[in-house]
């Protein structure tokens, strides 16, 4: 019998690699690590609440209404990046400068949060449920900050005319960071609200 496994040949066609703007990649690498923080520290809240010794108080309102803003923000930021597909480029400036106004709204109202709950005599230190209260919240304030600042520096390159349909990398990026931080704070809001 002759050799017939010698005369073929198994041609692979070789495989495309993913093509994902680094920059992206890297983004989308350090959103799932703020999503695995803050997925330790509501595990972390419901197993210390399970422990007993726990104060029990009612949210500020104010969150509330930082809610609302985030959402909005949320709607205002999209819209932007909408815009700038189209090369709409005086709305781009507009709804990008009221999502940077909301993103400092909704941290100005999480301070007077703050101030409220210390009004209400739940502190930082003191009962575990304020501690938690004040680390969700604050180091969720710290991503809005960065957020915030990421916004600012696509906000003056759109005034530089250098966000539009054909150069849209940077704007894409900071509407999915943050609708990604919106929906963390609505995840935040609502977990406050079932387990205080």
Known sequence: MENVAGDFRIVEEPKKPMAMEPRKFGMWLFMGS?????????????????????????????????????????????????????????????????????????????????????????????????????????????HIISAVVFLLIVMVATYRYKVHSKSLVSIEMCTTYWHFLGGLWLYLFVFLLLYR
Not at 86 to 93: F, G, Q, R
Not at 98 to 125: P, S
Request: net charge neutral.
């Open 34 to 142: 703020v999503l695995m923080l803050f997925a330790a520290l509501t595990s972390a809240y419901i197993v210390r609440e399970a422990e007993g010794n726990w104060v029990y108080f009612d949210m500020p309102g104010l969150f509330t209404i930082s809610t609302v803003v985030i959402l909005v923000s949320s709607i205002t930021m999209q819209w932007a990046y909408w815009s700038a597909k189209k090369d709409n480029l005086e709305n781009v400036k507009i709804m990008i400068t009221i999502t940077a106004v909301l993103g400092i709204a909704f941290l100005v109202l999480q301070w007077q949060g703050w101030v409220q709950l210390v009004a209400n005599k739940i502190y930082f230190v003191g009962n575990p449920s304020g501690s938690f209260l004040y680390v969700l919240t604050g180091v969720h304030a710290l």
